[in-house]
């Protein structure tokens, strides 16, 4: 087990771009590196980052931040680049219980509109790892304009997605191929998601009873026909 602070140091992870981690990972396996001890490697740090990541983040705060999403007007959730597919993932699952949420910045033509619609009663939840992807950064200025409350979630409390941020989340990223892990991330989003629904009552579950109903009804999953 490691403190906060000591897993703030060894949740980071400095990035020096893909090829040269893709060089390093290549050399290692041609100097006789074997496949079970890489997978055996990658098992390890997965593990190490979800611990890293949970021993970063206040219970009190993810549980305020939870809060805050379920009285919220509006949740975007603001994700681009190597990050989009966890930010759509997350808003997907929340709006299954909520009617809330909306990923921003998926379709180029619809961000104008969703940008119009930010204010000081909505949230958005941004993720941004290294190497900080511009379009997030800029859309999380334009919350900050619309005074729209500011969740970051990313790698360094020294992230410029930090810097302007009301409230920051750290996932450890550190991983053994080139591309900085996803976990920790995905760890926080499942948390934050599934706290919202514990502390919700009969109108998420009708929700997700509808939704069921609905799948069922059109086929849309094998085990549900």
Known sequence: ????????????????????RAKALHGSHAGGEQTAQFHLAYGQQSMRNIHETMVN?????????????????????????GQRHIGSYASYVASLAFDNWEAIGIEPSGVASQVRKLGAED?????????????????????????TYIIAITDSPHSPLAMLADEVLLGATANQHFFPSQLGALYLFETIIGLMVAKSGNTVQDNLRKIESFSINHGEYDEWR
């Open 1 to 20: 087990m490691c403190t906060r602070q000591a897993c703030r140091v060894t949740a980071k992870d400095t990035y020096s771009g893909y090829h040269d």
């Open 57 to 81: 983040a206040d219970p009190l705060v993810i549980d305020g931040i939870a809060e805050r999403l379920r009285h919220a007007r509006r949740v975007f959730v603001n994700a681009q680049m």
């Open 123 to 147: 949230v958005m939840i941004c993720l941004s790892l290294r190497p900080y992807a511009t379009q997030t950064l800029a859309l999380a200025k334009a919350g900050v304009t619309a005074s």
